[in-house]
């Protein structure tokens, strides 16, 4: 499975950005995470085939996860977003083995 990310991008606090990422194959379960400078990589959110969705507590009601299965693609929205929310963004699909996109940048200013 091969994942490419994209939307990533400098922003100020309380700005938005939608982030997407296009998968080769279909694959049930993907997520979204984030690895800041000098910290572990996060979850962010999940969503399966079928719409069930979660997500951090950091990002509740800020951010939304989505996908359109006709195109093999996961969305992510953010808004209100915050400075601590700066970090490599990656998309993730997860099947036996977990794959893994490329990451993007998001920075949001002060």
């Known amino acids: 499975v091969q994942l490419q990310a994209s939307g990533g991008g400098l922003v100020q606090a309380g700005g938005s950005l939608r982030l997407s990422c296009t998968a080769s194959h279909s694959i049930n379960v993907m997520a979204w995470y984030r690895q800041a400078p000098g910290k572990k990589r996060e979850l962010v959110a999940t969503i399966t085939a079928g719409g069930s969705t979660n997500y951090a507590d950091s990002v509740k009601g800020r951010f939304t996860i989505s996908r359109d299965n006709a195109k093999n693609t996961m969305y992510l929205q953010m808004n209100s977003l915050k400075p601590e929310d700066t970090a490599v963004y990656f998309c993730?699909?997860?099947?036996?083995?977990?794959?893994w996109g490329q990451g993007t940048q998001v920075t949001v200013s002060s």
């Open positions: 993730s699909a997860q099947a036996a083995i977990a794959y």
